[in-house]
């Protein structure tokens, strides 16, 4: 079956602008996860979903970074006024369910603050 | 809290060789521990998951991991290592209680594996 997908796969912007990268979970799976990866910095948490609502949202790094899902299914994150330092491999994850099992990855989104 | 400590950021075997890859961890809770593997410009695949039953984990591709709880360890090996192999890999951990959810990856460990 399909795997979670994330578009768009690569973008490139310039500083201070507005960006929104997408994430679709496999289909059924409740939970939903972003993280970012970046050089030095590793693999870090930012927010988690289950269902439409975000019990966790303590890895979001500032407030110009916002995330939503609706449906229950597909998930945006909003990054507005983007900074140099934001320039990292977004990933999104989804799960059966909030247990942490199994976490299933998207291949990332590739963003580049010029 | 919870944290993940790899021990080594670049390990290098021949091929034929075994392959060690050393995590410990912390945890307030009873954890569940993962290894992740990212090939080059791949995503990022599950290799075994630990949730508190067998101590002995078996995964993909032969390699399998240990949970000892005294020694807060949960080291990966592979008996005879392939060219494939060749990646980063992520120690994992899972906990209870408010971080419900949250994965805490270890910094990586670079493989490479030498003909």
């Known amino acids: 079956g399909a795997g979670v997908s994330q578009s768009p796969s690569n973008k490139v912007t310039e500083k201070g602008k507005d960006v929104e990268l997408r994430c679709d979970p496999i289909s059924g799976h409740t939970a939903l996860y972003w993280y970012r990866q970046s050089l030095g910095q590793g693999l870090e948490f930012l927010i988690y979903?289950?269902?439409?609502?975000?019990?966790?949202k303590s890895g979001l790094p500032s407030d110009r970074f916002s995330a939503e899902r609706t449906g229950g299914s597909v998930s945006t994150l909003t990054i507005q006024r983007t900074q140099q330092e934001d320039s990292a491999v977004y990933l999104c994850?989804?799960?059966?369910?909030?247990?942490?099992?199994?976490?299933?990855f998207g291949p990332g989104t590739r963003l580049t603050v010029t | 809290a919870q944290s993940v400590t790899q021990l080594d950021s670049h390990v290098s075997v021949s091929e034929g060789t075994p392959v060690l890859l050393r995590c410990n961890y912390s945890?307030?809770?009873?954890?569940?521990l993962f290894w992740y593997v990212q090939h080059p410009n791949k995503g990022l695949q599950l290799l075994l998951k630990y949730t508190s039953a067998a101590t002995l984990v078996k995964g993909i591709n032969g390699f399998e991991a240990e949970f000892k709880k005294s020694e807060t360890s949960f080291h990966l090996t592979k008996p005879s290592a392939h060219m494939s192999d060749a990646a980063e890999y992520f120690c994992?951990?899972?906990?209870?209680?408010?971080?419900?959810?949250?994965?805490?990856f270890g910094q990586g460990t670079i493989l490479t594996v030498h003909p």
């Open positions: 994850a989804s799960s059966p369910s909030g247990t942490a099992y199994e976490q299933y």
């Open positions: 994992v951990v899972s906990s209870g209680g408010t971080s419900y959810g949250k994965l805490t």
């Open positions: 945890s307030s809770y009873s954890p569940s």
């Open positions: 979903f289950q269902g439409n609502s975000a019990p966790d």
